[in-house]
């Protein structure tokens, strides 16, 4: 299996604080992604990565940036979290070339209160 | 925009029962479609599929492509109380960066 980590895995915090989800793999993949996924909504695409300071949108990238400064970690900031981005956010790679496959780290639950 | 759609978005049914879980899509450069198993946590990978008419298997897990119809059946035979989970359909959706569009899901409940 892909080595990735997301940190935290829980977080409670109020409305208007930044919050930053970190996302860290122990291999050398190149295409890191973040979604979110909701109660009838399924997995939503915010941002994506596909190298070192190469980052694009995903369809619901509103209130969110990201970073990549090291193939390793990729990081989800809300600057200013709102209630509507109370959601379970998961992390994935992309480990498989020829079949396409992303793996997914265990997700990380955020309440904004 | 690109869209899957799933159906039905949730099922019971008893050990020992078929399923047929559907899976349609429009998008602008198909690539491929890939089927996750989710239960309490993270999308596990089941199946990538590129071409119609091939079926690929696992177990008692099956599925198939249709290309010009645009959609993707996941079947499961024998249900087991360990297949209840949320089935999730992907589309990649292709251009110079891979991403995965994903459908809403199927919940599945299989009850002993």
């Known amino acids: 299996d892909a080595g990735i980590t997301q940190s935290p895995r829980h977080k409670v915090t109020e409305t208007g604080t930044p919050v930053t989800l970190r996302c860290h793999q122990t291999?050398?993949?190149?295409?890191m992604y973040w979604y979110r996924q909701d109660p009838g909504h399924g997995l939503r695409l915010i941002h994506y990565?596909?190298?070192?300071?190469?980052?694009d949108k995903g369809e619901v990238s509103d209130g969110y940036s990201v970073s990549r400064s090291k193939t390793e970690d990729f990081l989800l900031t809300l600057e200013s979290a709102t209630s509507s981005q109370t959601s379970v956010y998961f992390c994935?790679?992309?480990?498989?070339?020829?079949?396409?496959?992303?793996?997914f780290g265990e997700g990380s639950r955020l309440t904004v209160l | 925009e690109d869209k899957v759609v799933q159906s039905p978005l949730s099922l019971v049914v008893h050990e020992g029962d078929t399923v047929t879980l559907n899976c349609s899509y429009e998008?602008?450069?198909?690539?491929?479609l890939l089927w996750y198993k989710q239960e309490k946590k993270a999308p596990t990978f089941l199946f990538m599929l590129?071409?119609?008419?091939i079926e690929k298997k696992s177990g008692r897990l099956s599925s198939i492509l249709d290309k010009k119809e645009l959609f993707s059946i996941l079947n499961i035979t024998a249900t087991q109380t360990g297949d209840s989970a949320i089935y999730l359909c992907?589309?990649?959706?292709?251009?110079?960066?891979?991403?995965?569009?994903f459908g809403k899901g199927t919940l599945l409940t299989v009850n002993p």
């Open positions: 994935a790679l992309r480990t498989g070339r020829d079949t396409g496959e992303l793996f």
């Open positions: 990565s596909y190298g070192v300071k190469d980052t």
């Open positions: 998008v602008t450069n198909f690539r491929s």
């Open positions: 992907a589309v990649n959706s292709g251009g110079s960066n891979y991403k995965l569009t």
């Open positions: 291999e050398n993949h190149r295409y």
């Open positions: 590129t071409s119609s008419g």
